[in-house]
């Protein structure tokens, strides 16, 4: 089955502490992108690849870093996060014009 | 930078109505736009996808219009159904950063039965 998957679902973190969420995809998609939605706000792109060691900022990147070593794997890392990145994260790849989104990771930073 | 707004933000409807979601843009050169559904606790499914050529697409009892020029986009359900209760989301792409998606805020629908 086609799909995107995200661990963990759910986390609660202090601040300051690294974490990573990890991000893959059995589509063997070039464009992998990450996202956070939060309310009032909608969705906001964090950043996105187009493809393995190619990696840009999206609109909100402060405080986030991710890597692409391989075409499947595109996680998200916070060195040091903070209560205002408490919020549900989405990775989403992508093939010709069509995205494909996982189910979400919802982050509680205290 | 493009902005997108979506009226209304939320919808009561009984079962059986037809209805109209709407999108509005603020930069008109788009690469495409698509409409999303998201369910509660689970991410997003598209829906319907309109290139900038294109002025509607159809899907089942969903279907999508783009008027590029004035900015904005209608995605019309018939006959509703309590299963279409979810978030609506329309989101532009630009030609200049192709796969980078605008989004508005969503409509949350609910279709009583």
């Known amino acids: 089955e086609a799909q995107v998957t995200q661990n963990p679902r759910y986390l609660i973190t202090v601040t300051g502490k690294k974490l990573t969420v990890t991000c893959s995809q059995n589509m063997n998609h070039e464009y992998m992108s990450w996202y956070r939605q939060d309310p009032g706000l909608g969705l906001r792109q964090i950043y996105y690849s187009m493809n393995v060691e190619v990696t840009d900022k999206g609109d909100v990147p402060e405080g986030y870093k991710v890597s692409r070593k391989e075409k499947r794997n595109f996680p998200l890392i916070l060195e040091s996060p903070s209560p205002n990145q408490t919020s549900l994260y989405f990775c989403?790849?992508?093939?010709?014009?069509?995205?494909?989104f996982g189910p979400g990771t919802r982050l509680l930073v205290l | 930078k493009q902005e997108v707004t979506q009226i209304p933000a939320a919808l009561s409807v009984p079962e059986g109505e037809n209805l109209v979601l709407n999108c509005s843009f603020t930069d008109s050169a788009i690469y495409n736009l698509q409409w999303f559904r998201q369910d509660p606790g689970k991410g997003l499914t598209s829906l319907l996808l309109?290139?900038?050529?294109?002025r509607e697409q159809t899907s089942g009892r969903l279907n999508a219009s783009l008027d590029k020029s004035s900015g904005r986009s209608t995605l019309y359900i018939a006959a509703s159904q309590p299963g279409d209760s979810a978030t609506y989301l329309c989101?532009?792409?630009?030609?200049?950063?192709?796969?980078?998606?605008?989004f508005g805020r969503g409509t949350q629908l609910t279709v009583w039965p």
């Open positions: 989101a532009v792409s630009r030609g200049s950063t192709l796969g980078r998606l605008y």
């Open positions: 309109i290139q900038s050529s294109q």
């Open positions: 989403a790849s992508r093939r010709q014009e069509t995205q494909y």
